[in-house]
Nanobody, 115 residues
Framework: VQLVESGGGLAQPGGSLRLSCAAS????????AIWYRQVPGKEREFVAR????????DYGDSVKGRFSISRDSTKMTVYLQMNSLKPDDTGVYYC?????????WGPGTQVTVSN
């Protein structure tokens, strides 16, 4: 099983980025897909989740109304659309797959929001 994030980089405040998480060896039809982020010295923070079965979504309070999580039709890739970015959104973003069978993490992708 492998999760690989991409799409990180440098964005200006107010800008947008779209992160992708490509899975191999599992399907997001069977696993909840969750995005977390982490800044050095701070705990990992929940960002967004899409439920494996129903496709329902939920978001961390700090990103509600600005970020959107989705899956592609194959259920092998999950996206995180990030709009109205703020400097506080800076961090390493991790993709996480979870169900009763186990959990998997990607290596993370750096997002930096700065002028």
């Amino acid at each position: 099983v492998q999760l690989v994030e991409s799409g990180g980089g440098l964005a200006q405040p107010g800008g947008s980025l779209r992160l992708s998480c490509a899975a191999s060896g599992l399907s997001f039809r069977d696993y909840d897909a969750i995005w977390y982020r982490q800044v050095p010295g701070k705990e990992r923070e929940f960002v967004a989740r899409v439920n494996s079965f129903a496709g329902s979504t939920d978001y961390g309070d700090s990103v509600k109304g600005r970020f959107s999580i989705s899956r592609d039709s194959t259920k092998m890739t999950v996206y995180l659309q990030m709009n109205s970015l703020k400097p506080d959104d800076t961090g390493v973003y991790y993709c996480h797959a979870s169900n009763f069978r186990g959990t998997y993490w990607g290596p993370g992708t750096q997002v930096t929001v700065s002028n």
